[in-house]
């Protein structure tokens, strides 16, 4: 790769990028994102992050500020987080007053209706997206939530396959195909894929 990291090898970059990816990738897989697409993820975030690492990673005596490693691991967390927002959520609300907590300036002082169709139909493609951890609820309310996971989020689910293989055209759909089953791809065909997914899910937000 012909990579310069202050205080550091290439070899020693690759070794510290497979422990960044052993702890993140399996925790932002969703969608028709696999684990092996989110490992490729992390490599394209590190490499466009490593950057501010090159230009501030060393003090006055050449050794580096902060460990390799926790740099990568923290920044690389942080852009899997804004990549998964992206492409799950859409970031172009109806209404800038409601959005910005200044409903007050609405003739009712309300948050309108349309802010709060759009913000429900987020949030509900976001926990399709990653679910909460269940071992997080309190046992009075377990029983519900558990009865309402295993049916309203995996309906939704269907529902949402079922749009996407419907927009997904014939010449892609054995790309989605190997996507779905966790096989590699070529990249071009993957953006295309990836691009009518993101068309599907922006149709279903409120305008």
Not at 104 to 111: A, K, L, M, T, W
Not at 113 to 137: C, E, F, H, M
Not at 170 to 197: D, I, N
Request: proline share 7%.
């Amino acid at each position: 790769m012909g990579l310069k990291i202050p205080g550091h090898t290439e070899a020693q970059f690759l070794a510290a990028m497979e422990n960044v990816v052993a702890r993140l990738a399996h925790g932002f897989v969703f969608g028709i994102h696999t684990l092996a697409d989110m490992r490729q993820q992390c490599y394209i975030e590190a490499l466009d992050i490593l950057p501010k690492y090159q230009t501030g990673g060393l003090d006055k005596q050449g050794k580096p500020k902060r460990a390799l490693e926790n740099f990568l691991y923290v920044a690389v967390k942080n852009r899997l987080k804004n990549f998964r927002r992206d492409n799950w959520m859409r970031n172009d609300p109806p209404c800038a007053l409601c959005h910005d907590g200044r409903q007050s300036e609405h003739p009712d002082g309300q948050v309108c209706a349309r802010y709060r169709k759009w913000k429900t139909s987020n949030k509900r493609k976001s926990n399709l997206a990653q679910p909460g951890p269940i071992d997080t609820v309190p046992d009075e309310t377990e029983a519900s939530l558990r009865a309402e996971s295993d049916a309203v989020p995996l309906a939704e689910m269907r529902e949402l396959e079922a749009k996407i293989d419907a927009a997904m055209p014939v010449e892609l759909r054995s790309t989605y195909l190997k996507m779905r089953a966790g096989q590699p791809v070529l990249k071009g065909p993957r953006l295309q894929v990836e691009e009518v997914v993101r068309g599907v899910i922006g149709g279903l937000s409120p305008a």
